[in-house]
């Protein structure tokens, strides 16, 4: 008859020791996450298909850091832009585009007084020689009379001129030069300005007309 040998009851020592094991295989790389930091990885380690999709957000970006030898060719384009966010002020001089102004100055009446004369606003920058004028005249039944030039049915005769004032301003002035003259609702200036008319450089002066 063969003995039977008794039955090994499991130690506590031998249960932790399983325990151990088992925890240490299966949640070890947990522990050994922040044992790695950037001082670890060798310089050109992390290439860009190591990074997971949308990995890099623009949190993780610091402001200024993205310059534009950092852009590929065509990268921003229109649609990436939001609406309006473009200013005048973030585009270089020749890249703008010129800028229209139109003054409403109101009527005058050219039968008692020959002469109109008005201040237009001061524009930063803004030369009157190297802008573009037109000066109309509009009567009340909504017909315009481009200045210089005749009047209504041709009874009087306008001339205009621009004269540059103090700091920077531009003065409008419409003379009578003949006939009765007539009362108009309105004397409107449109002035165009180029894109970079404060620096822009200036041909050869042609020598004025003797004035009349």
């Not at 103090?166 to 003065?171: I, K, R, S």
């Amino acid at each position: 008859m063969t003995a039977t040998r008794p039955r090994r009851r499991p130690t506590y020592a031998g249960i932790a020791a399983t325990l151990a094991l088992a925890l240490s295989i299966g949640v070890g790389g947990a522990y050994a996450a922040p044992l790695i930091g950037t001082s670890d990885l060798r310089k050109g380690a992390v290439t860009t298909a190591k990074l997971h999709k949308n990995a890099v957000k623009s949190t993780k970006i610091k402001d200024g850091e993205v310059r534009q030898g950092d852009l590929a060719a065509d990268a921003v384009t229109s649609a990436a832009i939001r609406d309006g966010s473009v200013q005048d002020s973030d585009l270089a001089a020749s890249a703008r585009g010129g800028k229209v102004l139109v003054y409403s100055l109101g009527g005058f009446d050219f039968s008692t007084t020959p002469q109109f004369s008005r201040t237009l606003p001061t524009i930063p920058g803004a030369d009157p020689a190297v802008s573009g004028w037109t000066i109309h005249l509009v009567r009340a039944s909504g017909n315009i009379y481009p200045i210089p030039g005749e009047g209504v049915n041709g009874t009087s005769t306008y001339r205009s001129y621009i004269t540059p004032g103090a700091g920077g301003t531009a003065n409008v002035v419409i003379a009578r030069s003949a006939g009765t003259g007539e009362a108009y609702v309105d004397v409107v200036v449109v002035r165009t300005l180029s894109a970079n008319s404060g620096t822009m450089p200036v041909g050869p002066r042609v020598a004025p007309r003797p004035e009349h």
